[in-house]
């Protein structure tokens, strides 16, 4: 029964490998497919399908140069 694998990567891949379990059955399940929650996350770790995390914001802080420096 290749059909549900087929479908669980192709929504992955469609995302741009971004999406993980939970959006992906979603999309599924708007799609009007019938494949359970738990079986979407199965089948994408089956196949090594992971979604890509998004790089966090990190705040560079610019020292003050114009300080005396401490003894």
């Known amino acids: 029964m290749p059909r ?3 479908l669980v990567q192709a929504a992955h891949v ?3 490998r971004t999406y993980g ?3 992906v059955f979603a999309e599924l399940d708007e799609g009007g497919e019938r494949v359970g929650r738990k079986r979407v996350a199965r089948l994408m770790r089956e196949q090594g399908l992971v979604a890509r995390q998004r790089k966090r914001y990190r ?3 610019v020292p003050e140069n114009d300080q005396p ?3």
């Open 14 to 16: 469609k995302s741009r």
């Open 21 to 23: 379990s939970p959006r």
């Open 59 to 61: 705040v560079h802080v």
């Open 4 to 6: 549900p694998r087929v």
């Open 69 to 71: 420096v401490a003894a």
